[in-house]
Nanobody, 124 residues
Framework: QVQLVESGGGLVQAGGSLRLSCAASLRLFSNYAMGWFRQAPGKEREFVAVITWGVGSTYYADSVKGRFTISRDNAKNTVYLQMNSLKPEDTAVYYC?????????????????WGQGTQVTVSS
């Protein structure tokens, strides 16, 4: 059974940093694009970042570009999201998701598997 397990969320002050991790029990992990999405209360789930299969090209939402960095370790079946210069508007539940190649991108429908999410709260 496929599992994506996020960790690393928490409470941080504005301007601070957090590093999220997502451990995936996926066969052929390197053949999956791995994405991060987030959902704030009362809002739709939105795309944050994605890293493609293999060597990993990266793409970001404009709202996080320059502040967040997505990376992956194929040997550990893990994807990371380094979040710097956090703002109160980054407060949300963060989800990781997996899309089998060649699918990837900001569309939620492209993804085959989802984690249960980790809460990130940024105080002002």
């Amino acid at each position: 059974q496929v599992q994506l397990v996020e960790s690393g969320g928490g409470l941080v002050q504005a301007g601070g940093s957090l590093r999220l991790s997502c451990a995936a029990s996926l066969r052929l992990f390197s053949n999956y694009a791995m994405g991060w999405f987030r959902q704030a209360p009362g809002k739709e789930r939105e795309f944050v970042a994605v890293i493609t299969w293999g060597v990993g090209s990266t793409y970001y939402a404009d709202s996080v570009k320059g502040r967040f960095t997505i990376s992956r370790d194929n040997a550990k079946n893990t994807v990371y999201l380094q979040m710097n210069s956090l703002k109160p508007e980054d407060t949300a539940v963060y989800y990781c998701a997996a899309a089998f190649r060649p699918r990837f991108g900001p569309n939620r429908d492209s993804y085959d598997y989802w984690g249960q999410g980790t809460q990130v709260t940024v105080s002002s």
